[in-house]
Each structure stands twice: as C-alpha cells, then as structure tokens.
C-alpha cells in the first residue's frame, strides 16, 4: 500500500456471531480493503478455533475490517452491522449460543465510540429492532487472527450447507439494502 493510501484507512473491529457471515457481509462494501475473521476480547493469549468455541476464552469471533473512511464512513459500516445480524439477543446469533457469539462493537478511539453510542441510542428510539439493542461497545483489544481456512471461508465454499443456509440470506438482505454501499456501485469502489 502506498502512503497515500495508509492515510486513508481506518479500522473497526465488529462481532456479530459467526465470522465467517460477518466477513462474507463486510466484503461486498466499497470502500472495504481488506476484512480479517479473528477473535478479540478475551482473556486467553493466541486462541484457537476450537477453545473459541468451547466458550473458555472469553473471545468473541470478530472481523477486523480496514477501510476508506473517504469511500464508506464508520456510522456507515456500523448501519451495516446491526442491520445485517440480530443486535437484540445477548450471546446468541440464531442457532450459535455462547459469549463467543455476541454482538460488539470494539472501539479503536473515543470517536468511534461516540459514533456507536450515538447510532445506537437512535435506532433503539426509533425502535427499529422492536427491542433493546444489546450490542456491547467497549475498547478494542489485542485482535488474533483465525486460522488461513476460516479466513474468505464464504468464497471459498459457497455450496457449503452453512454458507447457503445463513450467510447467502445475509448477504442477499445487504445486497437488496445497501445496493449503493457494494463494490461497483461506488465510483472508486
């Protein structure tokens, strides 16, 4: 990457359930140069898939997307995230139960957690959700990236059951929604 472009990215760090369908979600954006599944706010160094899972690391699955705030804002990512998974249940995103599945919001600055704050006191008076929005917003921590083969794990296996089961509905909604949030859609995107 140049430097030009260095000073044209940020990073948000987002759990909502699976990563695999919040990477498959944030990979469509324009804007979006580069999406990372992983595991973040938890108390155990250089965790596994499999520790994750077992719910013993107190890791959340996560994706930590860069992107080009000129091309597509945080608030704009942040729209896309709670509307692309259920930010209303605690520890649980449809048939995946456990803290490993919550939904969060890890802030890098004080700025993007005034952005979260602010979005989602809005939508929770609008009542959009039809009940509390329970995403957790707190600082960032120490981002471990999963294993290579989780990693684009949707491209990579689109006849996989889960992928067509719950990720293609997830990315059909954003494609339907935020037809001029994908690539191609944006000039420059």
């Known amino acids: 990457m140049s430097s030009n472009a260095d000073r044209r990215s940020a990073v948000a760090t987002l759990a909502g359930g699976c990563f695999w369908c919040t990477e498959a ?16 706010g938890g108390f155990v160094p250089d965790p596994t898939y499999e520790h994750v899972c077992d719910g013993t690391t107190g890791h959340a699955e ?37 803290s490993q599945y919550r939904s969060a919001i890890f802030v890098h600055d004080e700025e993007q957690r005034a952005e979260a704050e602010r ?23 120490m981002f471990y990236p999963a294993e ?21 509905p997830k ?10 949030k994908l690539r191609g859609a944006v000039s420059g995107g």
């Open 148 to 168: 290579a083969y989780h990693q684009g794990f949707y491209v990579s296996n689109p006849s996989y059951g889960y992928c067509r089961v719950v990720i293609d």
């Open 62 to 98: 996560a994706v930590q997307v860069t992107f080009d705030p000129s091309v597509v804002s945080y608030r704009e990512l942040l729209e896309v995230f709670l509307a692309t998974h259920d930010p209303t249940t605690k520890d649980r995103q449809g048939h995946d139960v456990g």
């Open 25 to 40: 979600v944030f990979a469509e954006l324009a804007g979006v140069t580069e999406v990372v599944s992983g595991y973040t």
């Open 119 to 141: 979005l989602i006191a809005e939508l929770d008076e609008q009542g959009v959700f039809g009940a509390p929005i329970v995403t957790e917003v707190t600082d960032a921590e």
């Open 171 to 180: 990315v059909a909604q954003l494609r339907q929604r935020f037809t001029h």
